[in-house]
Antibody, heavy 117, light 107 residues
Framework: QLQLQESGPGLVKPSETLSLTCTVS??????????WGWIRQPPGKGLEWIGSIYYSGSTYYNPSLKSRVTISVDTSKNQFSLKLSSVTAADTAVYYC?????????WGQGTLVTVSS | DIQMTQSPSSLSASVGDRVTITCRAS??????LAWFQQKPGKAPKSLIY???SLQSGVPSKFSGSGSGTDFTLTISSLQPEDFATYYCQQYNSYPRTFGGGTKVEIK
């Protein structure tokens, strides 16, 4: 059974960089069939797609965040990562990683990241 | 970007009711439409892809229809475990976009 697990700091200071990693188990991140994505959800609000990456490193980003986002993949560790720079309180959210095949079919449990000094 | 608009934003229903949620895309997306269910404190769960195809393990009380710009999710007989928030999402193009959600509450 495929499992995804987000990890990283739960508290980030304003203007700093948010860094999260998603570890994939029960399957290979290098499969040619899948993209791997990040989605976030501010408290009490809806879902926002951040970006997706292919195992080769090809990426798609949300234009609203593109200038601040970097998604990378480490196939040797079966992980992919998110970096979001210059964060503000508006970036406070639960961050999910997910497998994208057609749509997002497997999700991590999510991790709350709070931006506060 | 393709905007996804769901209606209603919330609804109250009773156990056994038939419930329909609507999702409209700002431009045609063929059938590249998915539906998710989210319960409080949990990750979204994929229910439907391709507008009408059930994900493995999803009960047949859930059904989806539509093509182009207008889509519906129907729950044929609402059960206590179905009270949740439902989201549509288009995957016709990047950026992927979600509807604002429909919260289904107990009447």
């Amino acid at each position: 059974q495929l499992q995804l697990q987000e990890s990283g700091p739960g508290l980030v200071k304003p203007s700093e960089t948010l860094s999260l990693t998603c570890t994939v188990s029960g399957g290979s991140i290098s499969s040619s069939s899948y993209y791997w994505g990040w989605i976030r959800q501010p408290p009490g609000k809806g879902l926002e797609w951040i970006g997706s990456i292919y195992y080769s490193g090809s990426t798609y980003y949300n234009p609203s965040l593109k200038s601040r986002v970097t998604i990378s993949v480490d196939t040797s560790k079966n992980q992919f990562s998110l970096k979001l720079s210059s964060v503000t309180a508006a970036d406070t959210a639960v961050y999910y990683c997910a497998r994208e095949v057609v749509t997002f079919d497997y999700w991590g449990q999510g991790t709350l990241v709070t931006v506060s000094s | 970007d393709i905007q996804m608009t769901q209606s209603p934003s919330s609804l109250s229903a009773s156990v056994g009711d038939r419930v329909t949620i609507t999702c409209r895309a700002s431009q045609g997306i063929s059938n590249y439409l998915a539906w998710f269910q989210q319960k409080p404190g949990k990750a979204p769960k994929s229910l439907i892809y391709g507008a009408s195809s059930l994900q493995s393990g999803v009960p047949s009380k859930f059904s989806g229809s539509g093509s182009g710009t207008d889509f519906t999710l129907t729950i044929s007989s609402l059960q206590p475990e179905d009270f949740a928030t439902y989201y549509c999402q288009q995957y016709n193009s990047y950026p992927r976009t979600f509807g604002g959600g429909t919260k289904v509450e107990i009447k």
